[in-house]
Structure formats: structure tokens, C-alpha cells
């Protein structure tokens, strides 16, 4: 099941899409050529509750030479789960928004790499801090790290990190479930 754009977003008074009110953060996911071939997509809402959208593909249980267009369509799994978020990145949330300065740059980029579009891979935050509205491309090959200098920057490299590592573990797990059962 595919996510509904406008169940997480509206339009604001630029006639730009942003996260609806009630949601804190969304990350998105989509690999490039080189990972685990998953699309994902969370939001976090005010209460610090989540839904989880995650799109990957099956491994087949019987390999062949020739992979038809019916199987590769069959392998296709949509993984919809939402829950209370875990109480370390509630912790991690509510220390970032204790600060009261909205001090997230609009951009953390390396400047010193430049890929295709099918070259890397895409991670992105959608923030909704202290009534300022931040859209963050978080992807490895386009970030510096060294530009998270002040404590709320900090704040946010932790953040991302927690919420990248339980998706991970969440995820793997969902997967495993699909191929081996």
C-alpha cells in the first residue's frame, strides 16, 4: 500500500508542498544503484507516534536464468506499520526541540561531489521546528559533517542517526520475515 501524499502534506501560502501541522518529521528514503533496493517513507506525528511506508522486493525462492516481468511484479511487497515511536528518539525529539532557536541550515551539502540522479543514494528530513519549516537532503555523498557545528545541529546528526539505525533493524527484520517465511 502506497502512502497518499496529501494524507501528510498540504500546500502552503508559496504554493509549496510541506508536512501538515500535525506531523514533526518525515523521512524519505530510495536508494541509488548501490543499496538494498527499498523505498521508504516515515512520519512522525506530535504525539511522537510514527507510520512507516516501506516498499522492497522479495527474494525469489526458486532462482532462474530468466526472470519474467510477472515474477519481478509478484516479488514486490508493501509494508505499511505505524506505532509509538522507541523511547530513545522520543528522548533524542524532545531534546531537539527544547531549544528554542530554529538554527538548522537549509543546507549541508559537501559542495566538492556531484552525482547522476541513478548515482546515489536519497535521504531526506522534513522538519517542522519551532513554526520554521526545513526540507534537509541528509544523503552521504552530498553531506558535510563538519558543518554541524552548533549544539541543535548536534542535535539533529544524532537524531537522524538513531531514527536511520532502528528503521534499519525494523526493516531487516520485516524483510527476513517476507524471504523466509
Known amino acids: 500500500m502506497n502512502f497518499k501524499d496529501a494524507d501528510f502534506y498540504e500546500t502552503n501560502a508559496e504554493n509549496k508542498k510541506q508536512l501538515k ?6 523521512y524519505s528514503f530510495s536508494p541509488g544503484l548501490y543499496d538494498d533496493l527499498r523505498k521508504i517513507n516515515l512520519f512522525l506525528d506530535n504525539d511522537l507516534n510514527y507510520q512507516l511506508f516501506v516498499f522492497f522486493y522479495e527474494q525469489p525462492k526458486i532462482f532462474s536464468e530468466e526472470i519474467n516481468e510477472e515474477l519481478v511484479k509478484k516479488s514486490r511487497t508493501f509494508i505499511q506499520h505505524q506505532s509509538k515511536l522507541p523511547s530513545g528518539i522520543r528522548t ?8 528554542s532557536e530554529a538554527s538548522l541550515k537549509t543546507s549541508y551539502y559537501n559542495n566538492k561531489n556531484l552525482f547522476g540522479i541513478l548515482d546515489r543514494t536519497e535521504k531526506y528530513y522534513e522538519i517542522r521546528y519551532n513554526d520554521v519549516y526545513y526540507s534537509i537532503e541528509m544523503g552521504l555523498d552530498c553531506i558535510d559533517k563538519k558543518l554541524f557545528v552548533t549544539e541543535v545541529d548536534q542535535l539533529f546528526l544524532q537524531l537522524t542517526a538513531a531514527i536511520e539505525n532502528w528503521l534499519q ?13
Do not use: R
Open 21 to 26: 501541522k500535525e506531523y514533526l518529521i518525515a
Open 92 to 99: 533524542l525529539i524532545h531534546q531537539f526541540l527544547a531549544h
Open 169 to 181: 533493524q525494523l526493516i531487516d527484520g520485516f524483510v527476513f520475515s517476507h524471504n523466509e517465511n
